[in-house]
């Protein structure tokens, strides 16, 4: 028994101490590759701008951020930068030929801390796969592109997702997915069977498309689809490339202005939960929900209350509100909700305040409040009794899954 609960209380120690920095879910967020005509101050200070431009979309979840903000000096946030020579060069618009790739990587953090002290929201980097449905028909061929497909279409809507920051999940599209999902309910944008079919890749949203060369241009119908209801929008373009860029971006602000978090760190009270998750076993899991606290935006502060070899419980102060932290888990697949009620840790700090018809006011720190209010009975007219709120902390459990 004595050696039992030794490994114990090194197993916890060990924990406790343990602090490792941890990687991003998205971990090229904060890098951009920009074509360039060559390796001259002029052309690498340009790129800079654009390379920021994209980023401050990308963690704002905003397309028109660049609009509504003071841009600060592009070179104070660049971390590193490096050329690649281009193995087929290609032309832009003014007959330049883009022969290197400057690679850039931006600080981050700092520039998430940029928006929020200017009041902007941050996208955090922990972002949940969104799971797409498209449709294409050009000609006689109709088809459902698929995680192993390769087409031009497909190309392009991955850049479009990469360049806006947005983790995508393409289905397999086999027998288990069309027993549930038709090509009919993917171009109707139905919600239930598209939901249904998308719980198997991601707890995220779900994206449909449908696109059609009409022989002249590109059309096609899109949708959103969340916990609640999502934007629909048709989009025509003779440009396959202009058509997708524009829908991207389309769903990427609805994304961002649904899991966008504003800084509510200098408001008088932040919120405070207990966040409890279950399955935690190992000084590694323990170390993993430890630093994902840490790197969520969301997250001021957490320290650990309780660790017991099998479940650890954190208290986390919040800088956003609690829906903010809670749609971050629920859409992260390493965590599971624990299917119980969710308890309340409560701490009884009150007092009972007495107001006498005179006027007097009498502060008693009961927990006896009928020997405070009898032995003032005999002075008295009236008696007013108000008991501060029971400060009340949500719980909230879940399973780790990883």
């Known amino acids: 028994m004595l050696k039992s609960t030794t490994k114990i209380f090194i197993f916890v120690t060990t924990m406790l101490a343990c602090n490792q920095s941890f990687s991003a879910h998205v971990a090229s967020l904060y890098n951009v590759d920009i074509l360039v005509a060559e390796e001259t101050v002029a052309s690498r200070n340009q790129a800079f701008k654009n390379g920021l431009d994209e980023v401050f979309i990308r963690i704002s979840g905003d397309s028109m951020v660049m609009g509504k903000l003071s841009p600060p000096s592009p070179s104070r946030y660049v971390k590193q930068f490096s050329y690649e020579t281009v193995t087929e060069p290609v032309k832009n618009e003014d007959g330049e030929l883009l022969t290197h790739t400057l690679k850039l990587q931006y600080n981050g953090s700092s520039m998430e801390k940029y928006l929020l002290e200017n009041g902007f929201p941050v996208w955090d980097k922990h972002r949940t796969d969104v799971v797409i449905w498209v449709v294409v028909r050009d000609g006689k061929n109709e088809y459902v592109l698929k995680s192993t497909d390769q087409s031009v279409v497909k190309t392009a809507i991955e850049s479009a997702l990469t360049r806006r920051g947005v983790p995508v999940r393409w289905p397999v599209y086999d027998n288990k997915d069309k027993k549930i999902l038709s090509v009919a309910d993917i171009r109707g944008g139905f919600k239930e069977p598209v939901l249904v079919a998308s719980k198997r890749y991601s707890n995220g949203p779900a994206l449909t498309g449908s696109i059609i060369w009409s022989g002249?241009?590109?059309?096609?119908?899109?949708?959103?689809?969340?916990?609640?209801?999502?934007?629909?929008?048709?989009?025509?373009?003779?440009?396959?490339?202009?058509?997708?860029?524009?829908?991207?971006?389309?769903a990427a602000d609805v994304l961002g202005t649904a899991y966008a978090i504003h800084n509510n760190a200098g408001d008088q009270q932040l919120a405070t939960i207990q966040f409890d998750v279950e399955s935690v076993n190992s000084i590694e899991k323990y170390r993993y929900i430890e630093n994902y606290l840490a790197d969520l935006n969301v997250v001021e502060n957490s320290r650990p209350l309780s660790v017991n070899g099998q479940n650890v419980v954190f208290e986390v102060t919040l800088r956003g509100s609690e829906e903010d932290f809670i749609n971050l888990i629920k859409s992260d697949t390493a965590f599971s909700e624990m299917q119980t009620p969710l308890p309340v840790s409560t701490e009884l700090q009150f007092v009972e305040k007495i107001e006498l018809s005179a006027g007097d006011t009498k502060v008693v720190a009961a927990p006896d409040l009928n020997e405070a209010v009898s032995s003032e009975q005999k002075n008295i007219e009236s008696i007013v009794v108000e008991q501060a709120p029971v400060k009340r902390i949500p719980v909230y459990r879940y399973q780790l899954m990883k």
């Open 216 to 250: 002249k241009q590109w059309q096609s119908s899109w949708g959103l689809l969340m916990e609640t209801e999502g934007p629909r929008w048709n989009l025509d373009n003779t440009d396959y490339s202009a058509l997708v860029d524009n829908a991207i971006d389309q």
